[in-house]
């Protein structure tokens, strides 16, 4: 097991009254197997990913990486195990515009300490495997969207996460960019053995998952059909 919620339980305060964001969710994702969400805009999937992710504390539930309770942890223990077992794709890649790809990867790579010269080899392989060789040394300007998202996953890849969280991947694609950034997703959930998190409004590319909840107004339920299907990429 690398990633498990338990009993979620998410309030946040409106004026006088109280918001449920997430109420009672579970969800699981082991390591080899994608888990997407799906759920309108305003169901709760960015919260879930927030508190998935640990930089938000839920009000109850539980919140377990790779056995390791998160939620009882210190600030200071929370941020190392986000930089040792998590990877997080933003929705926006939010790339520095003056730096190359390489260069993308290899400034996460110098806030999590490691020496930036010893590392450059591993960025470019990271890049190549994302389907970017030959291209490491553009700039931002100089990719298109769907490169640009590709940066993006190789830069959640840098810390070897046994934990991948991810954010709307295909919201700002066209088909057929959206297909490919999903088949990429699923090739590293295999080949890295990473526990992946998709959350989307998108069910155009629910087949690449292995399993599908559906969120609404805060609620998590399981598509039977949909689960340990394994879609496409079996």
């Not at 377990?64 to 933003?90: K, N």
């Not at 389907?131 to 931002?140: A, E, I, N």
């Amino acid at each position: 097991m690398s990633i498990e919620l338990t009993d979620i339980v998410l309030t946040y305060p409106d004026g006088d009254t109280t918001v449920t964001a997430l109420d009672r969710v579970s969800l699981e994702a082991r390591r080899g197997e994608m888990h997407a969400v799906v759920g309108p805009s305003g169901s709760g999937k960015s919260s879930l990913l927030a508190v998935a992710s640990t930089l938000i504390r839920p009000d109850s539930g539980c919140v377990r990486i790779d056995g390791a309770e998160a939620t009882s942890l210190s600030p200071a223990e929370l941020s190392r195990l986000r930089m040792s077992r998590i990877g997080i794709v933003f929705q926006q890649p939010n790339l520095v515009s003056s730096l190359t790809a390489v260069e993308q990867l290899l400034v996460t790579e110098h806030m999590r300490g490691r020496s930036v010269r010893s590392r450059r080899e591993e960025a470019g392989r990271l890049l190549t495997i994302v389907g970017l060789d030959g291209k490491q040394h553009r700039r931002p300007a100089q990719l298109s969207g769907g490169e640009r998202q590709r940066v993006n996953i190789a830069r959640a890849l840098t810390g070897d996460p046994h934990v991948l969280l991810v954010d709307e991947p295909t919201a700002a694609l066209d088909h057929d960019r959206g297909a490919q950034i999903m088949d990429l997703l699923a090739d590293i959930t295999t080949e890295y053995e990473v526990a992946t998190v998709v959350v989307t409004h998108d069910t155009e590319y629910l087949d690449r998952a292995d399993t599908v909840s559906r969120m609404r107004d805060g609620r998590l339920t399981t598509d039977a059909i949909a689960a340990g299907s394994g879609g496409a990429r079996r």
